[in-house]
């Protein structure tokens, strides 16, 4: 039986899993005493799930873990999703939206069994839990509550990277365990030029796209929201981007689902042209969710060192080095950013091979390698 | 293929014990060992227009965080967080679904009055009947060990006992219910056993699997005092995370004024000790339920079991008339399928576990 064997798995204590948990309670959410954490994540991370319990037992505060063996984001299970009245959708339980507004701090842990899970949940009723969960995201973005997304290896992910589990293992906790102040005070320096730019283009494969920051200030992503984190991103101003990106390197994943082969086309901020070579029934019902989802929230930029590989994870893609991302739709408030969406969908871009990346008419990036 | 049985006990625990309906929010809590419950139960109530409040653990005797409560500070780890009492004081209804996993490490004394203390706030509002709220246990490899039968087997009895027409039994036993009703005094013989209580201006209830599952027994409180002669019970029970066998109890004036027992006796006594209503009878319950043809070592289906008969020392039901007032409520069942025989004002109505007035 399969419980059987994860029995035997957790049995060996990888001592890897309990200075996560650390990294995580102290750095990422820095838990006070009387803190309620929410923890949202599948029971496959079970592992984590004990020590980080164990870890805000300690700081004194209460941890709400709430297991769901699939769409550990979204708040509600897939049964459940499946069958309710379309109208139940639209609203969040009473007590789930108190919840929602009310938790000191929150952690979502990726750690699926089944990576494809959400994909049979019907893209409207996803929708309409999106918009639902709207005005507890909105608290995360502002950052009114301490969160942190972090993965945690399972076979099913390992099996997405394309790895075995062992060397997945590897892979999450030498990205995840880094120094991350030194990392922090590198990304900086790079982040400074960009603060003093107005205009990013971006070129590559199928790619021209510039796009205004101006008056926006760089966010060093250092080690606090994401797990393993490693990129400085920006809110670009909303009707500024003109111009074509093929994201043709790798799929563009959102909520279980890919869109090979998404090219977007954007006039003045706004795509005015998105086809697909797969999925791109999926990328055009994601656009039509609210106004905000066809611009920009984020540009980043991906400077993890140990990340060298796509892995079919937004969470690492949108950190690997020499790549750039965009995010369609909600921007957080707290870069400057005004675009407001139920969606925020980060596509990846590889600029290891022949990308450019230009600040103001200045080449800074080539091939991935910095030039500054 | 899922197992068809699984369907039909989360309607029985959506549909029949909390009745859900549109809008409703309802609480379940379970532990992973209950999977395909938790997900048909999930299922069921988006069905109905109700909101699931899902609450997964691992498998703790009850669902609650276990490595949480082992961790925290002592003044903390028996209180819920703030966020949870609220769901609590809101909740429409709640399900609670025991599955503990095999093999758990028993807990230290303190984290185990933790884990009770958060239990009954759990439970709060449902014992007071403020809102529905339906206590079971769902066939995982854990109970099947303790019972000490294969998975498949205890799915077997443990679906039997559960998926009845409660109905058409409740109809049935009805004028069982009222013979005993009638009574002023029933009287349990057989094994070591003689014993007399007082039934005098005491209601009957039928247990039929509304917020206890399974259904399937009699059962009211006996007059306090009046409980006298000596009973022997046969199956072994569970107190304190230990085993107690061969309990023999002497009643006095409706107390108890001996107790022995073959193995685990310090756990008798220490539960006699709790306090002044520990020693006497809360409840006299009559197994009924024809599906239980097995003991599980569990007190929830073995004391429904038909042809025998349980006395709980400790708190009694003040709407069936009882006064005795307690800590606990300890369930002791008596197998009397052999030669055992219920009379009720001196008239024999159950012989070796089967009735002999009409049901």
């Known amino acids: 039986m399969r419980r059987r064997d994860r029995a035997e798995r957790w049995s060996v204590d990888d001592p890897r899993v309990a200075r996560l948990a650390e990294l995580l309670v102290e750095r990422c959410l820095d838990v006070q005493p009387g803190w309620q954490v929410t923890i949202r994540t599948s029971p496959l991370a079970r592992p984590l799930v004990r020590e980080l319990a164990r870890a805000i037992a300690r700081r004194g505060a209460y941890a709400l873990p709430r297991l769901s063996w699939e769409l550990e984001r979204l708040a509600v299970d897939i049964p459940w999703a499946l069958e309710a009245p379309l109208e139940l959708l639209d609203e969040l339980a009473p007590i789930e939206l108190y919840q929602g507004l009310n938790d000191d701090a929150r952690l979502t842990i990726m750690a699926p069994e089944d990576a494809r899970a959400g994909a049979a949940v019907p893209p409207e009723r996803l929708s309409r839990i999106q918009r639902a969960l709207e005005p507890v995201a909105r608290r995360a973005r502002a950052l009114e509550v301490a969160w942190c997304v972090v993965q945690f290896p399972t076979e099913a992910a390992a099996a997405q990277a394309g790895m075995s589990l062992a060397e997945y293992e590897d892979f999450v906790y030498d990205a995840c365990l880094l120094d991350w102040d030194a990392e922090g005070a590198r990304m900086q320096r790079l982040a400074d030029h960009f603060d003093r730019t107005s205009e990013v283009r971006i070129v590559g494969a199928g790619t021209d796209l510039t796009l205004s920051i101006a008056g926006r200030t760089g966010v060093v992503s250092q080690g606090r929201r994401n797990m393993p984190d490693g990129e400085f991103f920006f809110s670009p101003v909303e009707d500024s981007a003109e111009g074509v990106i093929a994201f043709s390197e790798f799929p563009a994943s959102y909520l279980g689902r890919d869109v090979e082969g998404a090219r977007l086309v954007f006039r003045e901020g706004r795509v005015v042209e998105a086809t697909a070579s797969a999925g791109e029934d999926f990328l055009v019902g994601m656009l039509d969710t609210d106004e905000g989802a066809r611009r920009l929230g984020e540009l980043g930029i991906g400077c993890n060192p140990h990340i060298t590989r796509h892995t079919r994870n937004l969470l690492f893609d949108e950190k690997m080095d020499g790549t750039v991302h965009l995010a369609l739709g909600a921007s957080y408030t707290y870069t400057g950013g005004l675009n407001k969406s139920a969606i925020h969908w980060d596509m990846v871009k590889d600029l290891r091979g022949g990308g450019e990346l230009w600040c103001d008419g200045e080449l800074v990036q080539r091939d991935g390698r910095w030039l500054i | 293929m899922p197992d068809p049985r699984v369907a039909a006990y989360a309607e029985l625990l959506v549909g029949r014990c909390i009745g859900a309906r549109p809008g409703w929010q309802v609480l379940v809590a379970t532990t992973t060992e209950a999977r395909p419950l938790a997900q048909e139960l999930s299922r069921l109530l988006a069905e109905r227009g109700a909101y699931a409040l899902t609450r997964i653990h691992f498998g703790a005797a009850f669902p609650v965080d276990r490595d949480w409560l082992v961790a925290a500070p002592p003044e903390l780890a028996p209180t819920l967080p703030p966020l949870e009492l609220d769901l609590l004081g809101r909740v429409d209804a709640s399900i609670f679904v025991l599955a503990p996993e095999p093999g758990g490490e028993a807990l230290a004394e303190e984290p185990l009055r933790a884990l009770r203390a958060q239990a009954l706030a759990y439970r ?230 089967v009735w002999t007035i009409p049901a």
């Open chain 2, 124 to 353: 709060a509002r449902g014992r007071r009947r403020e809102i529905p709220s339906v206590r079971c246990d769902f066939p995982c490899p854990a109970y099947a060990e303790r019972a000490g039968l294969p998975l498949a087997e205890l799915e077997d009895v443990f679906y039997a006992a559960c998926l009845r027409d409660w109905d058409e039994w409740a109809r049935a036993m009805e004028p069982v219910r009222e013979r005993l009703a009638r009574a002023s005094e029933l009287r349990i013989l057989g094994a070591g056993t003689d014993l007399h209580l007082g039934l005098a201006g005491r209601e009957w209830a039928i247990d039929d699997g509304h917020q206890n599952v399974p259904g399937g027994e009699l059962f009211t409180s006996p007059v306090e005092e009046s409980v006298e002669g000596e009973i022997a019970f046969d199956f072994p029970a569970f107190a304190g995370g230990g085993e107690v066998r061969g309990i023999r109890l002497a009643f006095r004036g409706g107390e108890v004024v001996e107790a022995t027992a073959e193995a685990g006796e310090e756990l008798l006594l220490a539960a006699l000790a709790t306090d002044p209503g520990a020693r006497r009878a809360g409840e006299l319950g009559i197994g009924c339920n024809e599906g239980i043809t097995h003991r599980l070592r569990n007190v929830l289906f073995d004391e429904k079991m038909a042809g025998t008969v349980h006395v709980a020392l400790g708190d009694g039901f003040p709407q069936l008339g009882g006064r005795n007032a307690s800590g606990i409520h300890w369930d002791l069942v008596k197998d009397l399928r052999d030669g055992g025989e219920i009379l009720c004002d001196g008239e024999t109505v159950q012989k070796d576990g």
